[in-house]
């Protein structure tokens, strides 16, 4: 990409699209297009077309989504397949008619079954059922990924799609009803440190295994893979299975990842995990053999991460409020 060039970051003001825009911000882009919901409703098609039209970005990075943990996916399922799949439809297909020179979709890893061999490459797809606390969003995302492989084959668009793990970091999701494990325990702790609470409740039996990704890395490999040429790019996928897995290839259990975040928040209390709630899938580790085989591989371990992100919200004054 030149620096010059025109760049749609569709999601700009979530996790990953916030990260991607100050990535962009790093390197000198400046031609930076950013719509928020109230001004540009990704759902409505016609505001969407005529947005493309208007604007005819060169790049597109579709990072716009409704996301939400397991809570969130339980209780509103409907809005979370819906939401997607119409954000995703309307956002490829105005592209293709306004000639994007390429595409950048963003998914999640929840793609694969729940009962996968570990860790799962990019060929577990669509080899068995999905984990069902999450089936409604899982299924947009696939549609996605086949969205942008449909048009690439038929209209020989060039659209590609990145499969993150779950991300962590600066701008992340507080709202106890909706938000993931990382930035809900990161509240919780934070909370009870203040009112010098003695515990802290930890959904689940804290058995089980997760991979975290910290977002600056997820916005750096998403530009990887933007940028990559197409030959190193096409020989390295396939026409109907080319998304690309991110993430760190290690996974820790949120027993070890909450104990982490306790030393790293300060909070002296005790853990009580609440098995009566779910756990979701056992274990989510991902192969990333695909991304390293290209040349990129993540550079913010856990620990780091967790800080970084605590940091960052003590001097936003965030969680206090």
Request: glycine residues 6%.
């Amino acid at each position: 990409m030149n620096l010059n060039d025109k760049i749609y970051i569709a999601g700009h003001r979530g996790l990953v699209g916030s990260a991607i825009v100050r990535q962009l911000k790093l390197r000198g882009f400046t031609n930076l297009i950013m719509r928020t919901h109230k001004e540009l409703d990704l759902t409505n098609q016609a505001k969407v077309q005529n947005f493309f039209i208007q604007e005819k970005p060169d790049y597109v990075i579709l990072a716009a989504a409704k996301v939400g943990g397991i809570h969130a996916n339980n209780t509103y399922p409907a809005d979370f397949i819906y939401q997607n799949m119409m954000i995703e439809v309307n956002v490829i297909n105005s592209a293709y008619e306004n000639k994007v020179k390429r595409l950048l979709f963003l998914g999640s890893t929840c793609i694969y079954p729940k009962i996968a061999k570990q860790p799962m490459s990019e060929d577990a797809l669509l080899t068995d059922l999905l984990e069902p606390t999450n089936e409604p969003y899982a299924v947009a995302k696939i549609a996605g990924i086949k969205l942008c492989e449909s048009y690439n084959r038929q209209h020989g668009t060039d659209f590609r799609s990145a499969m993150p793990t779950n991300l962590y970091g600066i701008n992340d999701n507080f709202h106890p009803d909706d938000s993931h494990v990382i930035p809900a325990l990161m509240q919780r702790f934070h909370k009870a440190k203040v009112n010098n609470d003695p515990e802290v409740v930890v959904w689940g039996t804290g058995n089980a295994l997760r991979e975290f990704l910290f977002v600056d890395d997820m916005a750096k490999a998403s530009l990887f893979i933007l940028e990559l040429d197409e030959d190193t790019y096409q020989g390295n996928v396939q026409p109907m299975l080319s998304h690309i897995n991110v993430g760190t290839g290690k996974d820790v259990t949120i027993r070890d990842m909450a104990q982490m975040l306790k030393q790293v928040i300060g909070f002296k209390g005790r853990l009580i995990f609440d098995t009566k709630k779910p756990d979701g899938a056992l274990r989510k580790l991902i192969d990333t053999s695909r991304l390293s085989n290209m040349g990129w591989k993540y550079s913010v371990d856990l620990k780091e991460g967790l800080k970084k992100t605590y940091d960052w919200y003590l001097k936003e004054d965030r969680l206090s409020k």
